[in-house]
């Protein structure tokens, strides 16, 4: 959230185009309307060029035609699957470089060095900038034609990241090779660098030149190098794998008095940048008591002699995260509150465009989410009209699952407190969310003043709120939300969000516990490797336990695999009931305000979880009505926008899956082509 204070004036409109939309649940609600899906989703679809879309060839054979469009001109005939390693390529070097070169350079780069990021990267660098390499890129274009658009601010502080304030924190494994952090501190704009962290997708992107096994130098890579390419699918583990027999613990016993008799609740915080989310989420945990009074004095002291007094509030979050100043992590944002009935574990999502890919890591882990929505007159207008993030955050939560919402309408003060103002943004919006797939009943309006902390943990009694608003404070209704069913009787999985080395033996992963419970000493299947490995220890909220149940955002001390073997997007499973890696499957897909028509073999991305893997189309099966799901055609020819589909998707090589039916969390994906997303969906069959 404070992190955005970085990216303040950036053109969020035209940046937006990575990751917007994440396995919208197409299954039993059909959340997007294409309608509203249209309003943003291509809103930087201007500066690509359109592909000529090539006839779509009539035969019904099943065999495999690809009539994918090119889009971006690639030196030489690439099939599909390389389109869709080039489009993954472009797009990391893109989220580096901005819109400072043109495709073309970036096209040949990538094709030149087998869609390796890293080594397209040094190699477009190389030849464009003979010289040192400055500190900080130029601003791209469309940062540097913004009408108020002030330059973005650099950081100027020393991003060793062992050199910070604070208790020094574990190396982290991956993303902190020499060569990288070489390239990033030389070239990337701060604000890029975050966006290429260590945290970012994993498997998928670094995929080697077809025909090799590994890629040749690791070390360029920003992520451990991804498993080797199985000629067939890992066999499951035999039901004998397994650890040390658990000591008997009845979790939900333990887990009710680990809580206190409190419903564990995960909570996001989206919004525009500046609608105030650090501020009001900052003075929330100040009137809760977790920050003490000298910390408090602290803050505003510093912030002052920063010249951003306004500030001091929204730092609270990023000091509870202590590590704000590497921006790095999505754990950063993590930290927890109690209200009478729930244990609240809030995260910091951040909301930019070049946050995106942590900020659906987080989302994805949510069970319920704050919309802060500016209440200034013409600042709600830019968030929630054109582009801004109020439509793209609301649709994002709403597509990874979340169902329950509450909207702070704040700097309410701005707006002395009217009523109408309220109401008027209340009903715009409400409009809004209901296309996007929330129910009326499940979305509460708020008016806040995060600055002033009124309506935050108690009801104001500002007259000129009292005077029309009698509902609930912010705190209260965080407390009502009605929490998730946890899957606590399922088999083990928690999808690794990230990876890092600690100073002891072994090494620590962390992610929210989807499913099943854990205890120290268990053996684990990661998948992939498709390897064992033993629970050494577990965090919560950096205290040690020994078990840890599903809804838990964990740090797990793992030993008996090597750390190059875990990366970002593994899941780590129940020995007995691994899930399964699958590169063929049938999917539900929703098709948003696509401008190309999808046909067999067109090359996709895959985003699942923290998940991204170069795929294709491989059939398309039958059009389907969007209520009912009955087929309305047969082997269509292609799809069009709004349809829903069934569609085959092959990836380039197995990921893991489940299908939505089982584990909701772990059967949505969605797919991207070029940088936009194009469709969601939910697996419903696995071929193989
Ligand atoms: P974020 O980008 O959404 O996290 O927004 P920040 O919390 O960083 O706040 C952006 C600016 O809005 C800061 O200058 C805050 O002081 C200011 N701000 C936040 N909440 C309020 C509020 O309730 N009233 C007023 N007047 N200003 C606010």
Request: net charge negative.
């Amino acid at each position: 959230m404070s992190r955005h204070r970085n990216v303040r004036g950036y053109n969020y409109d035209e940046d937006f185009d990575d990751d917007d939309l994440y396995g919208q649940s197409v299954d039993d609600d059909y959340c997007i309307s294409p309608a509203t899906a249209a309003q943003f989703i291509y809103s930087s679809r201007d500066r690509q060029q359109h592909p000529n879309v090539e006839r779509v060839d009539e035969e019904e054979d099943e065999e495999m035609t690809p009539t994918s469009p090119s889009t971006v001109d690639p030196p030489g005939p690439l099939d599909p699957l390389e389109q869709a390693q080039l489009f993954s390529c472009l797009d990391q070097m893109r989220a580096v470089l901005g819109d400072a070169l043109p495709d073309s350079v970036l096209s040949a780069a990538a094709v030149r060095c087998g869609f390796d990021h890293q080594k397209a990267l040094d190699a477009v660098l190389s030849e464009e900038s003979p010289n040192p390499a400055p500190l900080a890129l130029p601003l791209p274009p469309r940062a540097a034609n913004q009408d108020k658009a002030p330059p973005l601010p650099q950081r100027t502080t020393n991003r060793e990241p062992s050199s910070s304030a604070g208790p020094p924190r574990p190396e982290k494994a991956k993303g902190r090779d020499l060569s990288q952090n070489k390239l990033e501190s030389e070239v990337v704009p701060k604000v890029a660098r975050m966006t290429v962290s260590g945290k970012k997708q994993t498997m998928g992107f670094d995929v080697p030149p077809s025909g090799t096994g590994v890629p040749e130098d690791v070390t360029m890579t920003t992520e451990a190098p991804p498993p080797r390419r199985p000629e067939t699918p890992p066999p499951r583990p035999s039901p004998a794998v397994g650890g040390k027999t658990k000591q008997h613990i009845n979790v939900k016993m333990e887990l009710e008095k680990r809580q206190g008799g409190k419903a564990l609740l995960n909570l996001v915080v989206i919004g525009h940048v500046d609608a105030g989310k650090s501020t009001l989420m900052g003075h929330l945990l100040y009137l809760l008591g977790c920050v003490n009074q000298r910390t408090m004095h602290r803050y505003q002291t510093e912030s002052k002699k920063a010249g951003k007094a306004s500030f001091c509030y929204a730092w609270v979050l990023d000091e509870t995260g202590e590590e704000r100043d590497r921006g790095v992590t999505m754990d950063v944002g993590l930290t927890k509150f109690e209200t009478s009935s729930k244990l609240v574990t809030l995260m910091d999502a951040p909301g930019h465009k070049d946050f995106i890919p942590n900020m659906i890591t987080g989302a994805a882990q949510a069970d319920v989410a704050v919309l802060v929505v500016d209440a200034s007159r013409g600042e709600f207008e830019a968030g929630f009209e054109a582009g801004g993030q109020t439509r793209e955050h609301g649709l994002l939560v709403r597509s990874l699952g979340v169902t329950q919402l509450a909207v702070a309408v704040n700097k309410m003060d701005q707006v002395s407190w009217q009523q109408e103002r309220f109401q008027e943004i209340s009903s715009k919006l409400g409009h809004f969310l209901k296309q996007a797939g929330f129910k009326d009943s499940d979305v509460f309006y708020i008016p806040t003043s995060g600055l002033s902390g009124e309506n935050l943990v108690t009801r104001s009694d500002a007259p000129q709120l009292t005077a029309w608003y009698t509902g609930r404070c912010l705190l209260e209704q965080i407390d009502s939300f009605k929490p998730p069913q946890r899957c606590i009787d399922k088999p083990f999985r928690i999808c690794i969000s990230d990876v890092f080395k600690d100073q002891g033996s072994g090494f620590c992963v962390t992610g929210k516990i989807e499913a099943g419970f854990v205890q120290t000493g268990d053996r684990l299947t990661a998948v992939p490797p498709n390897e064992t490995c033993t629970v050494k220890g577990i965090t919560l909220h950096d205290e040690p336990l020994d078990w840890a149940a599903a809804g838990d955002h964990v740090c797990l001390t793992l030993t008996g695999v090597d750390i190059i073997k875990i990366s970002v997007g593994c899941v780590l499973c129940d020995p007995k009931e691994p899930i399964r890696m699958c590169s063929r499957f049938r999917a539900r897909i929703l098709l948003f305000n696509i401008e190309v028509p999808v046909t067999q073999g067109f090359p996709v991305l895959l985003h699942y979880q923290t998940v991204s893997e170069p795929a294709t189309i491989r059939k398309l099966v039958s059009v389907l009505h969007k209520s009912s799901g009955e087929v309305l055609k047969k082997k269509p020819k292609c799809l069009t926008k709004g349809q829903n589909a069934l569609v085959e998707v092959q990836t380039h090589r197995p990921v893991p899956l489940e299908l939505y039916k089982d584990f909701k969390e772990l059967g949505r994906f969605m797919l991207r082509y070029v940088g936009s997303t194009i469709a969601a969906g939910v697996v419903t069959e696995m071929k193989d």
